[in-house]
């Protein structure tokens, strides 16, 4: 009797396709947007989605949750949502007469923080620590979060009523901030075809487990940064400081957010090496929300993707290994 022949595991490449398509089959004609999206979880980061309402911004967090085989938990922000709704409350049981703390929606593998910037200030700043440390502190105890983790959050414009704008100190905590944007006209066509999201997400399944997420986090952590590469990180970040259109320039963990980001995009195209296009694919959405443009300077209508373009054109390509 012979044995059956054992498959070979799929490799990182098919892994990202698999996550990648199976989103597209909910968000269409934002291809580039959903690439980004699943490098922002492979890079162990968190993910910033602001756009105007009806573009999909939730529909791209539900796909991408819904694509991996893990918990994960929605919260819609408002203006009375309180710290305790998100980490959860001490509950006193009765037979025991002891406090028993009953975990909130953070303590999921992915947490959709759907219109965060509608929430208080108070409640947004909850989220630093689990951002940041993979923590929650409750009643001075502090509980490890699971792994994968990853906060998928989206926003509106803050020019629009009943917004609260997120303070610098978490926006830096987001590894990316994507725009979707309006489709395509065919685009377009094929929501219509497909009678909107709503009907797509239910029928969605996950392609892979948190598992694979979290050896493909791995694999992501091994892609080689040549010392050059570096220190053309270092300078870009240099010279945003000296930029006299900006206010606020890039701080040492934007350089480390753009390094992981970086090996992301280069594991995503099947090297195990990064290269200098790598750093200036993922520079926007990492790179535009960390800075603070001097108010005369945006009065003047400069923009955080032109800052981007200068800094790429004062500092030069290295050229060696």
């Known amino acids: 009797m012979t044995a059956a022949p054992i498959s070979p595991s799929p490799t990182f490449a098919q892994l990202f396709e698999a996550i990648t398509n199976n989103i597209s089959s909910v ?22 989605i602001e756009d105007v309402p009806g573009v999909g911004k939730t529909s ?6 819904a694509s991996i085989d893990c918990t994960w938990k929605r919260v819609q922000f408002t203006p009375d949502l309180l710290p305790a709704d998100l980490v959860g ?52 105890v502090s509980h490890s979060l699971p792994e994968p983790f990853m906060v998928a959050a989206t926003q509106n414009p803050v020019e629009q009523e009943g917004t609260y704008r997120l303070p610098e100190s978490q926006l830096d905590r987001f590894l990316m901030r994507l725009s979707l944007g309006y489709p395509g006209r065919q685009a377009e066509l094929e929501i219509l075809d497909s009678n909107g999201a709503a009907d797509a997400l239910h029928a969605l399944r996950p392609v892979v487990s948190a598992e694979e997420v979290v050896q493909m986090c791995q694999a992501v952590r091994q892609v080689h940064i040549a010392p050059v590469l570096k220190g053309y990180m270092v300078d870009l970040s240099e010279s945003s400081r000296s930029h006299p259109g900006l206010l606020l320039g890039l701080s040492p963990r934007a350089t480390l957010q753009l390094a992981r980001a970086t090996r992301a995009h280069a594991a995503a195209h099947g090297r195990e090496y990064a290269i200098p296009d790598d750093v200036k694919a993922v520079s926007v959405p990492v790179l535009s929300h960390r800075m603070v443009l001097r108010p005369d300077a945006a009065a003047r209508g ?13 500092v030069p390509v290295p050229a060696g290994r």
Do not use: W, Y
């Open 27 to 48: 968000v269409h004609g934002k291809r580039e947007a959903i690439d980004l999206a699943v490098m922002c979880l492979l890079s162990e980061g968190h993910l910033l």
């Open 60 to 65: 791209l967090a539900k796909a991408l949750a």
């Open 89 to 140: 409350v001490s509950v006193f049981q009765r037979a025991s007469e002891t406090f028993v703390f009953q975990p909130g929606p953070m303590f999921a593998n992915i947490v959709l923080a759907d219109e965060i910037n509608r929430a208080s200030p108070k409640t947004q700043s909850a989220l630093l620590e689990a951002m940041e440390e993979r923590q929650v502190s409750a009643d001075g």
């Open 302 to 314: 400069l923009t955080p993707e032109v800052v981007i373009q200068d800094l790429f054109a004062a």
